[in-house]
C-alpha cells in the first residue's frame, strides 16, 4: 500500500520537476513491497486449522478412544515435517502455515485428550502448555507470526483463567511476560510491543477488577510508565508509556461518567496511597530529570480523583482537560501535528463528558449549549491558529 | 543445527504432553486412590443424554453448616471439599471451603467449582465428574434401577480424577 501510494505520488513529483527519473527510482526502492503472502498464509492456516477441528468434532465420537489419539498425533506431526521441509527450502510462507496448523492441532489435542481422560480441564493448564509449546517452536524458527499466535494463546488463557475460572494464574503471567515479552524486545518491532503491552495492559486491568478493585490498575498503569524509563529503547518505551497513558485516559473518562459515591471504600485504602504516592512521585521526577515539561502534565492522569467522592466527576473532567489542554500545548511547542490532533480528541472527548455528566445538573440547557459552542470555537481558532503558524514557519524556514 | 535441536525438543515437548496425558488415565486405575461416593435419586427418564450418563452427587449440595467459606464466592471458584468415610466406606461430604484443607486418615480433599446458591441457603457445586459412558449391557441395569447409584471414582495425587465404575443401589432415603 505504502510502495503503491510512493509511485503514485513521485510520477506527480517528476512531472512537476521537483526530482528527475532517477531520484524517483531511488526513492521507491527505499520502499520495499511488504511480503504480503506471509499474511495469507496465516490467515489460511487459522481457517483450514478451523475447518479440520470441525470435521473431526463432527464425527469424534463415533472414534476408538486409541485411534482419536493416533490421529491427533499423526496429523501433528506430519504438519511439522511438512513446515520444516518447507523452512529448509527457504519457503517461510509454507512452513509458517503448517507450523501453525500443527500449534493448533496440538492445542485442540491438548483439550480433546482433557476431556476423553477426564482432566479436570477447568484450568489454565491447557493454555501453559499451548503456550509453552508455541514458544519452543518459535525459538526454532523465529518467525512474526508464529510469536504473535503464542502470544494471544497465553493472553486468551489468561483471560480465561481470571474471568472465568476466578483463578489469576501466576505461571501463565510469567510466561506472558518473561517468556513473550523478553522475545518480543528482542525482535525489535514497535508494533509488536505496541500489541504486547496493550495486552498485558488488558490483563492487569483483569488481574486488578478479580483480585482487587478497579483502581489498583492506576498501580500497575504508573508501573508500566516507569518502566519506559527503565528500559529506554524507543521499541519498547514509547508503547509503555502510550498504553500506560491511553488506558489510564480510558479508566479516568470512565470514572467521570459513571463513578458511583457509593464506591467510598476507596478514601480509606492506605495501602493504595502507599503505593500510589511513591511511585507518582517518582514519575514526576523522571520527567522533570528528563526535562520532559510537558511529561509531567501527562501525569495529572494518575491522580487519585476519587478522593472526594461528591466532587470526582468534577475532577475527573478537569484532570481530562488538564491533559487534553496539555497535549495540545506540547504538540504546538514541539511542532507535533500527532500530539495536537491527539489533544483535539481528548480535547473533544473531556468536552462531552462535561457536557452530559457536570454541567447538565448545575447549569441551565440554553446556557449549556452556548458554553459548549463557546468552546469548540476556541478549539477551532486554536487549530486555525496553529495551522498558520506552521506553514507561515515552513515559510520562514524556506525563506532561510 | 541449534535450531534444528530447539525444532526437535519443542515437538519432543509436545508429543510427550499428549502422551501423558493418555497414560496419566491408565496410571490412574493402577495408583490412584478409589472412593465411593453417592449419587442424588435421580429419575430413569432423565438419566440418559444419548449414550452417557448425567449424575449428580449427593456431595454437591452443601448445606450452611458445612460450608466454610468466609466471604462471597463467585460463580466458578474454585472449592475445596473434605470427604469423610462412613462404616460401609461410602464417603460423605464432611466440609468446603474456599481454602485449602489438609486430609487425615481416610479423608479425602478434592477440588470442585462453585456454582450458585438456592433458597433455601444450600450452596451448589460441581465435582466435574457428571457424565459417566457406560458399557451397552450396563445400559439396561442402570435403565432399570429407580434409586441412587454409588459411584467409584479414582483421584491422583496430582489432582485428576475420573469415574471408573458405578453401580446401582436400592438406599432408603
Known sequence: ?400 | MMRRRVLFMAVGFQVVVLLFMVTSSYALDQFGKVITIQTEAYDTEDVFYGDYVDISYVAETVRPENWFVTEGVKSNQRIYVLLTPDEQGVYHLKAASDREMSAESDDVVIVARYRYQDQEQVHHIDLGLDRYHPHYEQQDEIESSQERMLVMIALSPWGQKKIVEVENVQVEP
Open chain 1, 1 to 400: 500500500m505504502k510502495k503503491g501510494w510512493i509511485e503514485s505520488e513521485s510520477k506527480k513529483w517528476v512531472e512537476e520537476g521537483i526530482i528527475d527519473e532517477r531520484q524517483k527510482e531511488a526513492i521507491i526502492s527505499r520502499y520495499e513491497r511488504q511480503s504480503t503472502p506471509m499474511l495469507f498464509f496465516f490467515l489460511a492456516a487459522v481457517l483450514i486449522g478451523l475447518a479440520c477441528l470441525s470435521l473431526i468434532a463432527a464425527n469424534w465420537t463415533a472414534i476408538h478412544h486409541i485411534w482419536r489419539v493416533v490421529l491427533i498425533m499423526g496429523a501433528m506431526l506430519v504438519f511439522y515435517i511438512v513446515g520444516a521441509r518447507a523452512f529448509m527450502q527457504n519457503r517461510q510462507g509454507i512452513g509458517v502455515f503448517a507450523f501453525l496448523v500443527a500449534l493448533s492441532i496440538f492445542g485442540a489435542g491438548v483439550f480433546l485428550l482433557g476431556d476423553m481422560y477426564h482432566f479436570s480441564m477447568n484450568s489454565a493448564f491447557a493454555f501453559l502448555v499451548w503456550g509453552l509449546a508455541v514458544l519452543l517452536i518459535y525459538l526454532s524458527q523465529p518467525q512474526v507470526y508464529i510469536w504473535i499466535f503464542g502470544l494471544v494463546v497465553v493472553f486468551i488463557g489468561q483471560l480465561v483463567s481470571t474471568i472465568q475460572l476466578h483463578d489469576f494464574d501466576w505461571l501463565l503471567m510469567a510466561l506472558f511476560v518473561i517468556g513473550y515479552g523478553t522475545v518480543g524486545y528482542f525482535i525489535k518491532q514497535q508494533k509488536l510491543m505496541w500489541l504486547f503491552t496493550s495486552l498485558l495492559a488488558v490483563l492487569l486491568f483483569a488481574f486488578s477488577i478479580e483480585e482487587l478493585t478497579y483502581y489498583w490498575y492506576t498501580i500497575f498503569a504508573l508501573i508500566l510508565y516507569l518502566f519506559s524509563y527503565i528500559i529506554k529503547t524507543g521499541v519498547i518505551s514509547k508503547p509503555l508509556q502510550g498504553v500506560s497513558i491511553l488506558s489510564m485516559f480510558i479508566i479516568v473518562v470512565y470514572q467521570a461518567l459513571f463513578f458511583n459515591w457509593s464506591w467510598q471504600s476507596v478514601v480509606n485504602d492506605v495501602v493504595y496511597y502507599l503505593f500510589l504516592i511513591p511511585f507518582l512521585s517518582l514519575a514526576v521526577l523522571m520527567a522533570v530529570l528528563n526535562r520532559e515539561r510537558f511529561g509531567a502534565i501527562q501525569l495529572v492522569l494518575f491522580l487519585p480523583v476519587f478522593i472526594w467522592p461528591e466532587l470526582t466527576t468534577l475532577l475527573a473532567a478537569l484532570v481530562l482537560f488538564a491533559f487534553s489542554i496539555g497535549k495540545l500545548i506540547e504538540g504546538d511547542q514541539l511542532k507535533d501535528g500527532r500530539k495536537v490532533k491527539l489533544g483535539i480528541v481528548a480535547f473533544l472527548i473531556s468536552v462531552s463528558i462535561v457536557y452530559v455528566e457536570v454541567a447538565w445538573v448545575a447549569l441551565d440547557r440554553t446556557l449549556f449549549f452556548l458554553t459548549g459552542g463557546i468552546i469548540l470555537l476556541i478549539v477551532g481558532l486554536l487549530l486555525n491558529r496553529y495551522q498558520q503558524n506552521q506553514m507561515k514557519g515552513s515559510d520562514e524556514h524556506d525563506a532561510t
